[in-house]
Structures are given as structure tokens and as C-alpha cells.
């Protein structure tokens, strides 16, 4: 099993940034690729960003595009995501996840085996 921590979630103005943080312990060699997705109130869960494990691929929704960054540490077994530009739009839980074994889909929030226990990131206006 791979389980997943994140932090870094926070009460910010609009325009502010954040860096959010997901680190993952246990069968960390298995993880082929990890991705942040976002849940606001009465919405569904929707995909933010993903990285490979291995290689340069990095995949963004088109909502975030040139606002947010994904990056990882493979020797900390860390994922992260700078949040800027804020809009009070982007308020929601943002949860990190790890698909295993192989990689998929990365904005499919199904291909993701494993998932954080989320954090919640607030833009007030």
C-alpha cells in the first residue's frame, strides 16, 4: 500500500499563492504517477494537475494552465503544487492520489489507487 500526507492548505486572499506538499510512504517503488485533484462544495472532483513518476510529463486542467505548477522529489517521495494567482474559484479540498503498477490516464481520478485525505485551500475576494 502507498499512503499519502497532504499540508499546506490555507485561508489566502485573491491573487495570494500557496505551496501545497504530498508525501507518500510505503511501496513508494510502485507508484508510476501522482496527480492533485480538487472538491468543492457541492461539486464533483475534479483533476488539477498530474507528473510522472519517471521523465518530464507533467499534465494541467485547463483552468489552471500557467497559475499552478506541479513538481516532484523522488528521493523525498514528495509531490507539490504551487498554487498562484488564486481566485476564490479555486476554493476546495485539493487531494493528492498515486496510481500504482502502471501508468494511465492521469486526469481520470478512477486510474488513482491511492489517495490523501485532502487539504483544504480557501481564496476570499
Known amino acids: 500500500q502507498v499512503q499519502l500526507v497532504e499540508s499546506g492548505g490555507g485561508l489566502v486572499p485573491a491573487g495570494g499563492s500557496l505551496r501545497l506538499s504530498c508525501a507518500a510512504s510505503?511501496?513508494?517503488?510502485?507508484?508510476?504517477?501522482m496527480g492533485w485533484f480538487r472538491q468543492a462544495p457541492g461539486k464533483e472532483r475534479e483533476f488539477v494537475a498530474a507528473?510522472?513518476?519517471?521523465?518530464?510529463?507533467?499534465y494541467y486542467a485547463d483552468s489552471v494552465k500557467g497559475r499552478f505548477t506541479i513538481s516532484r522529489d523522488n528521493a523525498k517521495n514528495s509531490v507539490y503544487l504551487q498554487v498562484n494567482s488564486l481566485k476564490p474559484e479555486d476554493t476546495a479540498v485539493y487531494y493528492c492520489a498515486a496510481q500504482t503498477g502502471y501508468y494511465s490516464r492521469p486526469h481520470v481520478a478512477s486510474e488513482y489507487r491511492y489517495w490523501g485525505q485532502g487539504t483544504q485551500v480557501t481564496v476570499s475576494s
Open positions: 507528473t510522472r513518476w519517471s521523465g518530464s510529463s507533467t
Open positions: 510505503g511501496r513508494t517503488f510502485s507508484i508510476a504517477a
